[in-house]
C-alpha cells in the first residue's frame, strides 16, 4: 500500500515543477494577471474532466478497524491523534516554505524571477524521489521512525537554508527539503489507511487532512508578519520550532513504547 502511495503522490512534485515554470515563464512575458488567468483556466478545464470522465468507485469490504463517520469518533481514538500532532507539524514546515522559499531567493538573495522559479522549480521536481522512496521504505520499516526522520531532515534544511549564503549548497539544501517533504505523505497516508476501515478511510483522511493544511495553511500569514516585523530569518523560525515540537513528540511516543503494533 505504501508503495502505491508513494507512486500517486509523484504528482505534487511534477505540479510544483511545471507550475513553478509556467508561472515564471507567463510573468516574465505578459505580467502577473495573466498566471492566474491560466491556472484559472486549467482549473476550470480539469472540473470539465472529473466530472466528465471520472466514473464512480464502489468501496471494498473489508474487516472493519477504526469506524470513524463523525468528528467525535476521530477525536476518540487515540491511534489517530497521536500522529495529528507530527502531521501538523510537517504541514506547517510544508506550507511555510512551499510559499516562503521563493520570496525568500528574491528578497534576501535578490535572483530575478526567471532564475527563482528555475531553482525553485527545479528542487521540487526532485520531490518525486521522496515520494517514491517513502512509499517503498513504509512498507518495510516502521512508519514512526519515518516520520520522525523526515521531519527532522525538513527542520534542519530550512535552519541550514536560512544560515548558508547563496551558493551551488542552497540549491542541494532545496533539493534535499524538497524530498524530505514529500518523503512524509506517503507514509503518513498508509498510516491513515492501516489504523481505519475501507468503508470510512475518506472520513478520517478528509479530517486529517482539513485540520493539518488548515494550520498548516496559516503558516505563510504568521511568517509574513512576522517578517513585516522584524526579518525573514526570524519569521523562518516559526516552522523550525513547529518541526522541533513535532520531532519531541514522535521521541516521546517511543520512548513511552508507543505505538505497540507495527506501526
Known amino acids: 500500500m505504501g508503495t502505491m502511495m508513494g507512486i500517486y503522490n509523484t504528482a505534487p512534485s511534477m505540479a510544483q515543477f511545471f507550475g513553478t515554470y509556467i508561472s515564471g515563464v507567463v510573468a516574465i512575458t505578459y505580467n502577473w494577471h495573466y498566471v492566474y488567468y491560466v491556472w484559472i483556466l486549467l482549473a476550470l478545464l480539469l472540473l470539465i474532466l472529473v466530472w466528465h470522465f471520472i466514473n464512480t468507485t464502489t468501496t471494498r469490504k473489508d474487516e472493519p478497524l477504526l469506524e470513524v463517520q463523525t468528528i467525535k469518533d476521530f477525536f476518540s481514538n487515540k491511534d489517530l491523534l497521536y500522529f495529528l500532532v507530527p502531521f501538523v507539524a510537517h504541514s506547517v514546515c510544508a506550507f511555510s516554505v512551499l510559499n516562503m522559499n521563493p520570496l525568500y531567493l528574491v528578497e534576501v538573495y535578490k535572483l530575478d524571477v526567471a ?149
Do not use: E
Not at 521504505?137 to 514512526?144: C, E, N, Q
Not at 525538513?154 to 551558493?167: A, E
Not at 530569518?233 to 505505538?259: C, D, N, S, V
Open 115 to 263: 532564475r527563482t522559479a528555475t531553482i525553485f522549480g527545479g528542487t521540487r521536481l526532485l520531490g518525486f524521489i521522496g515520494s517514491l522512496l517513502g512509499g517503498f521504505v513504509s512498507d518495510r520499516f516502521s512508519k514512526t521512525k519515518l516520520l520522525l526522520t523526515s521531519i527532522i531532515t525538513t527542520t534542519v534544511s530550512i535552519y541550514v537554508f536560512i544560515t548558508l549564503p547563496f551558493s551551488l549548497w542552497t540549491v542541494c539544501v532545496l533539493g534535499l527539503q524538497a524530498i524530505s517533504i514529500n518523503f512524509f505523505f506517503p507514509i503518513i497516508y498508509s498510516l491513515i489507511i492501516r489504523l481505519t476501515s475501507s468503508s470510512t478511510l475518506g472520513t478520517a483522511q478528509g479530517l486529517y487532512n482539513s485540520i493539518a493544511f488548515t494550520i498548516g495553511g496559516l503558516a505563510p500569514y504568521i511568517m509574513g508578519v512576522i517578517t513585516d516585523q522584524s526579518s525573514f530569518k526570524l519569521a523562518f523560525m516559526f516552522p523550525i520550532l513547529t518541526g522541533i515540537i513535532g520531532i519531541g513528540w514522535i521521541l516521546l511516543l517511543l520512548t513511552r513504547g508507543y505505538p505497540k503494533k507495527t506501526i
